[in-house]
T-cell receptor
Framework: NAGVTQTPKFQVLKTGQSMTLQCAQD?????MYWYRQDPGMGLRLIYY???????DKGEVPNGYNVSRLNKREFSLRLESAAPSQTSVYFC??????????FGPGTRLTVT | GNSVTQMEGPVTLSEEAFLTINCTYT??????LFWYVQYPGEGLQLLLK?????DKGSNKGFEATYRKETTSFHLEKGSVQVSDSAVYFC??????????????FGGGTRLMVKP
């Protein structure tokens, strides 16, 4: 039981490049989330998916797209990376008592 | 709207000292409350939770009591260790209007424990 897994762990992109961050959960829960964490800014919600087949914008969705591929997988795509998207990205899944469980994070640098 | 306010850090303590990290909240409904811990280079881990007023969450020597009258959920530990050095986040989930079970986080408090 791995909980929430994220790939890759580290990534360096050049401005304008695209990439997809992958997230998978094995807890069979409905809700999944993507956050970014920046120094001094805490956690900010980018997108979430309340159930398979649905996605909604969070606090900072601009520059990102998401896909809820199935109940297990929720990916985050950067179509044209910008230096402002340098951050640590966390995926999470929602438990049955309103808590969330987080993955280990992806550290992205855009140069 | 919902909000969570935590004391700003860093909090620096000596080993075996008593820890309090203050957390207050504003919510329109009936929130569940959480403390998460983030060790360096890792993701957030759920530390403890409380789902209704007067509930006490506890784990690994940490405790927090859901105080509805003061809208608070302060984190305490009687004797901290160097290994407790981390960033602590208070969070709430407003169950009455939260179809996506979203969390509202505080800004985090960094704890540094010196030997």
């Amino acid at each position: 039981n791995a909980g929430v897994t994220q790939t890759p762990k580290f990534q360096v992109l050049k401005t304008g490049q695209s990439m997809t961050l992958q997230c998978a959960q094995d807890m069979n829960h409905n809700s999944m989330y993507w956050y970014r964490q920046d120094p001094g800014m805490g956690l900010r919600l980018i997108y979430y998916s309340a159930s398979e087949g649905t996605t909604d914008k969070g606090e900072v969705p601009n520059g990102y797209n998401v896909s809820r591929l199935n109940k297990r997988e929720f990916s985050l795509r950067l179509e044209s990376a910008a230096p402002s998207q340098t951050s640590v990205y966390f995926c999470a899944e929602g438990g049955s008592n309103y808590e969330q469980y987080f993955g280990p994070g992806t550290r992205l640098t855009v140069t | 709207g919902n909000s969570v306010t935590q004391m700003e850090g860093p909090v620096t303590l000596s080993e075996e000292a008593f820890l309090t990290i203050n957390c207050t909240y504003t919510a329109t409904g009936y929130p569940s409350l959480f403390w998460y811990v983030q060790y360096p280079g890792e993701g957030l881990q759920l530390l403890l939770k409380a789902t209704k007023a007067d509930d006490k969450g506890s784990n690994k020597g940490f405790e927090a009591t859901y105080r509805k009258e003061t809208t608070s959920f302060h984190l305490e530990k009687g004797s901290v260790q160097v290994s407790d050095s981390a960033v602590y986040f208070c969070a709430l989930s407003d169950r009455t209007r939260n179809a996506g079970n979203m969390l509202t986080f505080g800004g985090g408090t960094r704890l540094m424990v010196k030997p």
